[in-house]
């Protein structure tokens, strides 16, 4: 159904090739799945599926792709919509209505189909998104998971033979993400669709695909195998994979299940050794979470700790703050400060205010009640060039933030903005992700790369105060392990950090605290194992398969088995 017949892909002006020599074949009917370290040229081989490659980028495609037959090169991407459904990383780029409604039915529309079918493909769709409270939002007011979904339903909609889906689970909450999966799972169970997925977060997807296709490093030939094969030899791989790899299980588990079925002995070696988790980082202050009693809106699954006598000295302070977007309240009555050293993960469904709370932080948005204090300034009536040696944003959507023409200028400009010393911002981007050059357009950039640079950005003003929303998306785990190494380094040096995430593992990883939100209010709050352990969604790995011990993280058994000696753990 997809072929690639020795394609290269050369962009304008670069020395090599993208990527080189691509054989795969993708039968009818089945889902792989593309995996590979940031910028190794995922994006740019469905890009050459949907047909975006080259005709909307540029560059130069040597070779043959064909989907259903046609050749994609001959074929713009219009002249395929009837075969490829495409979601892309940056969904707001492909919306060409304005309402959830519109957007839904466009690709049908376009294609002619009977009213009544439109009608009940809508329906269906709203339903299985969870989107029918949103049917009739303007599509600008959407968060960043609620923008995903829709982009996933309108191309689900049309019922293409093929779908294409670039990161399609990065802005989803860890239960929608799931659902949207078996979704997928159904089609090409049932109607033997077609699809061509990148992921980043394996530990979400390894289990639905039929094949997977590593492209390992740029310009390296496809390795194409089962799920367990290639993740024999991958390097990048879930932690679940991580942890069979360090016990030496084979063959190799792909599942929570799998790996639980396998782990008995490994538990028992783990029973009784001590672990050093994130809720433990050496000397971070107590924390917080006060207020004055709210309005019971919904039973509280976690007890508010007594209100703090003092919160002078801490980078942020929200008291009972409410904001209002549109007429509707989208945080009522949060409560919450972060201390100096202080990592906290905002987690919670999509739409549950994460990125407004980070938005009142950096006075983006105003306060319709109660009071925000960043370093002891209200961020909404503080100008911004104050504002940035208290706290710095990375955003969702890092473009926002970058407005250079090339890598070079953006981080002169960072470096000069900040006052650091010339450099700063550039040593910050080859830490984090190796191989950036300086003259490329930050449009060009991978969507890894480009978040890089926008966290090299913020980093370089080194604000007192953090903030990151959802700040892994298109990040390899080498690179996510990397960015936890720095965020924990300015964590040790006394900045706070506060990040919206989805990504159960990295919360797992770098944070001493977890905050959920539900519907605009915090409904848990406390150290991250015992938040995470308690909760089946936001649980990483390496917590389900180890339960009821309670380990987060493949580092931390690794530390503790090496530290136990080649005999293992107390055996009780
Ligand atoms: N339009 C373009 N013009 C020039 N270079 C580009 C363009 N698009 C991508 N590139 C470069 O091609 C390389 C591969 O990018 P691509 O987006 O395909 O990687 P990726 O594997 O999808 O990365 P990620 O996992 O970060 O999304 C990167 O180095 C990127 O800078
Ligand atoms: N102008 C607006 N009018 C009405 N509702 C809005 C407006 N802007 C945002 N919202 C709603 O506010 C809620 C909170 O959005 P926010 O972006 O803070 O959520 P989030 O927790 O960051 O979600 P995600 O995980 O999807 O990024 C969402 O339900 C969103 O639809």
Same mark, same amino acid.
């Given at each position: 159904?997809?072929?690639?017949?020795?394609?290269?892909?050369?962009?304008?002006?670069?020395?090599?090739?993208?990527? =080189?020599?691509?054989?795969?074949?993708?039968?009818?009917?089945?889902?792989?799945?593309?995996?590979?370290?940031?910028? %190794?040229?995922?994006?740019?081989?469905?890009?050459?599926?949907?047909?975006?490659?080259?005709?909307?980028?540029?560059?130069?495609?040597?070779? =043959?792709?064909?989907?259903?037959?046609?050749?994609?090169?001959? &074929?713009?991407?219009?002249?395929?919509?009837?075969?490829?459904?495409?979601?892309?990383?940056? $969904?707001?780029? &492909?919306?060409?209505?304005?309402?959830?409604?519109?957007?839904?039915?466009?690709?049908?529309?376009?294609?002619?189909?009977? $009213?009544?079918?439109?009608?009940?493909?809508?329906?269906?769709?709203?339903?299985?998104? @969870?989107?029918?409270?949103?049917?009739?939002?303007?599509?600008? #007011?959407?968060?960043?998971?609620?923008?995903?979904?829709?982009?996933?339903?309108?191309?689900?909609?049309?019922?293409?033979?093929?779908?294409? *889906?670039?990161?399609?689970?990065?802005?989803?909450? $860890?239960?929608?993400?799931?659902?949207?999966?078996?979704? +997928?799972?159904?089609?090409?169970?049932?109607?033997?669709?077609?699809?061509?997925?990148?992921? &980043?977060?394996?530990?979400?997807?390894?289990?639905?695909?039929?094949? %997977?296709?590593? /492209?390992?490093?740029?310009?390296?030939? +496809?390795?194409?195998?089962?799920?367990?094969?290639?993740?024999?030899?991958?390097?990048?791989?879930?932690?679940?994979?991580? /942890?069979?790899?360090?016990?030496?299980?084979?063959?190799?588990?792909?599942? %929570?299940?799998?790996?639980?079925?396998?782990?008995?002995?490994?538990?028992?070696?783990?029973?009784?050794?001590?672990?050093?988790?994130?809720?433990?980082?050496?000397?971070?202050?107590?924390?917080?979470?006060?207020?004055?009693?709210?309005?019971?809106?919904?039973?509280? +699954?976690?007890?508010?700790?007594?209100?703090?006598?003092?919160?002078?000295?801490?980078?942020?302070?929200?008291?009972?703050?409410?904001?209002?977007? @549109?007429?509707?309240?989208? +945080?009522?009555?949060?409560?919450?400060?972060?201390?100096?050293?202080?990592?906290?993960?905002?987690?919670?469904?999509?739409?549950?205010?994460?990125?407004?709370?980070?938005?009142?932080?950096?006075? *983006?948005?105003?306060?319709?009640?109660?009071?925000?204090?960043?370093?002891?300034?209200?961020? &909404?009536?503080?100008?911004?060039?104050?504002?940035?040696?208290?706290?710095? /944003?990375?955003?969702?959507?890092?473009?926002?933030?970058?407005?250079?023409?090339?890598?070079?200028?953006?981080?002169?400009?960072?470096?000069?903005?900040?006052?650091?010393?010339?450099?700063?911002?550039?040593?910050? !981007?080859?830490?984090?992700?190796?191989?950036?050059?300086?003259?490329?357009?930050?449009?060009?950039?991978?969507?890894?790369?480009? *978040?890089?640079?926008?966290?090299? !950005?913020?980093?370089?003003?080194?604000?007192?105060?953090?903030?990151?929303?959802?700040?892994?998306?298109?990040?390899?785990?080498?690179?996510?392990?990397? *960015?936890?190494?720095?965020?924990?380094?300015?964590?040790?040096? @006394?900045?706070?950090?506060? /990040?919206?995430?989805?990504?159960?593992?990295?919360?797992?990883?770098?944070?001493?605290?977890?905050?959920?939100?539900?519907?605009?209010?915090?409904?848990?709050?406390?150290? #991250?194992?015992?938040?995470?352990?308690?909760?089946?969604?936001?649980?990483?790995?390496?917590?389900?398969?180890?339960?009821?011990?309670?380990?987060?993280? %493949?580092?931390?058994?690794?530390?503790?088995?090496?530290?136990?000696?080649?005999?293992?753990?107390?055996?009780?």
């Amino acid at each position: 159904m997809i072929r690639f017949e020795d394609v290269s892909v050369t962009y304008d002006g670069a020395p090599e090739p993208t990527v =080189r020599g691509i054989e795969l074949t993708v039968p009818e009917g089945e889902l792989v799945l593309l995996v590979g370290p940031s910028g %190794v040229g995922k994006s740019t081989l469905l890009g050459a599926v949907s047909g975006l490659v080259p005709h909307f980028t540029g560059g130069t495609l040597r070779g =043959r792709v064909t989907v259903a037959g046609r050749d994609t090169r001959t &074929h713009k991407p219009r002249e395929l919509a009837d075969v490829v459904g495409t979601v892309g990383q940056d $969904p707001l780029s &492909h919306f060409v209505t304005d309402t959830v409604e519109d957007e839904l039915a466009y690709g049908m529309e376009s294609l002619g189909l009977a $009213p009544d079918v439109m009608r009940r493909r809508v329906e269906e769709t709203l339903d299985l998104l @969870g989107l029918a409270d949103l049917r009739d939002r303007p599509i600008s #007011t959407l968060s960043g998971g609620q923008r995903q979904r829709v982009a996933i339903g309108s191309v689900l909609t049309p019922h293409p033979e093929v779908l294409v *889906l670039d990161e399609p689970t990065s802005a989803l909450d $860890p239960a929608a993400a799931e659902e949207v999966l078996a979704v +997928l799972q159904r089609l090409v169970h049932d109607l033997g669709t077609t699809v061509l997925m990148a992921e &980043h977060r394996l530990e979400r997807v390894v289990q639905y695909a039929d094949r %997977v296709a590593l /492209l390992p490093s740029p310009g390296a030939p +496809l390795l194409l195998g089962t799920p367990a094969e290639v993740m024999a030899v991958s390097p990048v791989y879930p932690p679940v994979v991580a /942890l069979g790899r360090l016990d030496g299980w084979s063959p190799l588990p792909l599942t %929570v299940r799998d790996a639980r079925r396998r782990a008995g002995d490994l538990r028992n070696r783990l029973r009784g050794l001590p672990y050093e988790g994130p809720g433990a980082p050496g000397p971070v202050p107590t924390l917080s979470v006060t207020g004055a009693a709210a309005p019971a809106r919904r039973p509280r +699954l976690f007890r508010r700790r007594p209100p703090e006598a003092s919160v002078t000295g801490r980078p942020a302070v929200v008291t009972g703050l409410s904001v209002r977007r @549109g007429r509707t309240e989208v +945080l009522h009555d949060v409560t919450l400060s972060v201390a100096p050293g202080e990592t906290v993960a905002l987690m919670g469904r999509n739409g549950a205010g994460k990125s407004t709370l980070l938005s009142a932080l950096v006075g *983006l948005v105003p306060p319709s009640a109660g009071s925000v204090r960043v370093g002891g300034l209200q961020p &909404h009536r503080t100008a911004p060039g104050d504002l940035i040696r208290h706290v710095g /944003l990375v955003p969702q959507e890092p473009r926002d933030l970058l407005y250079a023409d090339t890598v070079a200028g953006e981080c002169a400009a960072a470096d000069s903005d900040a006052g650091a010393g010339a450099g700063a911002c550039r040593d910050l !981007v080859s830490e984090l992700l190796p191989g950036i050059a300086d003259d490329t357009h930050p449009r060009d950039l991978s969507e890894g790369q480009r *978040l890089t640079l926008a966290l090299a !950005v913020v980093l370089t003003a080194r604000p007192p105060l953090i903030l990151l929303d959802e700040p892994t998306r298109g990040l390899d785990y080498a690179a996510k392990s990397r *960015l936890v190494t720095l965020l924990r380094a300015l964590a040790a040096e @006394g900045h706070a950090i506060v /990040l919206a995430t989805h990504d159960v593992e990295l919360a797992a990883e770098l944070s001493h605290r977890v905050v959920i939100l539900a519907d605009g209010e915090p409904v848990a709050d406390g150290p #991250t194992a015992e938040v995470v352990v308690a909760s089946p969604s936001f649980a990483p790995q390496v917590t389900k398969v180890l339960s009821p011990q309670k380990w987060l993280t %493949v580092s931390q058994v690794r530390e503790a088995l090496s530290a136990s000696g080649p005999a293992g753990g107390a055996q009780s």
